[in-house]
């Protein structure tokens, strides 16, 4: 929903049963390595998906009002400066404090996605052929995985956005 989706090329993407988006996935290759999130900027819907994705919490700077996927209300460049810099302050401050958590899940992880609609079936091929991480097809676009490793996770999205974009 918001400007430039903030679901890598899924349409969705579920771990656990838990819808993940750019930030979420992103949270929890950090977590499982004991990294916490504690600033998350970006247009007010994806400081929303985020918030109920990442119960422990963050510092939220919204620099853009999302009107679409192609259009957005955005603050000027010294304002959203400032509100970055206020925000990156507070969020060291609020670590070095113990106030964020590592974002983590119970594993092993079912990842279950589906391609964007918008893909040609020769990318969804291509997802496909990407034996290395025994995707398992469950429809003409979605994908099941299990694995132990949230890295895993992160390697396959850059495979899949890999053959995206040739």
Do not use: C
């Amino acid at each position: 929903r918001g400007v430039m989706g903030h679901n890598f090329a899924f349409d969705s993407f579920t771990v656990n049963g838990k819808v993940l988006n750019e930030v979420g996935i992103n949270a929890l290759i950090a977590g499982e390595v004991g990294v916490s999130v504690s600033l998350v900027s970006g247009d007010d819907v994806l400081i929303a998906e985020t918030r109920k994705m990442l119960p422990e919490g963050f510092v939220a700077v919204v620099t853009k009002q999302a009107l679409g996927r192609n259009a957005a209300i955005t603050y000027s460049p010294a304002r959203v400066q400032a509100m970055l810099e206020a925000g990156a302050a507070e969020a060291v401050r609020r670590e070095k404090n113990g106030e964020f958590a590592p974002f983590t899940m119970k594993r092993p992880y079912t990842v279950e996605f589906m391609l964007r609609k918008s893909f040609p079936d020769s990318i969804v091929d291509s997802v496909a052929h990407l034996t290395e991480f025994n995707l398992q097809r469950r429809g003409e676009r979605s994908f099941t995985m299990v694995t132990n490793s949230a890295r895993q996770m992160g390697w396959l999205l850059d495979a899949i956005e890999e053959t995206v974009i040739r």
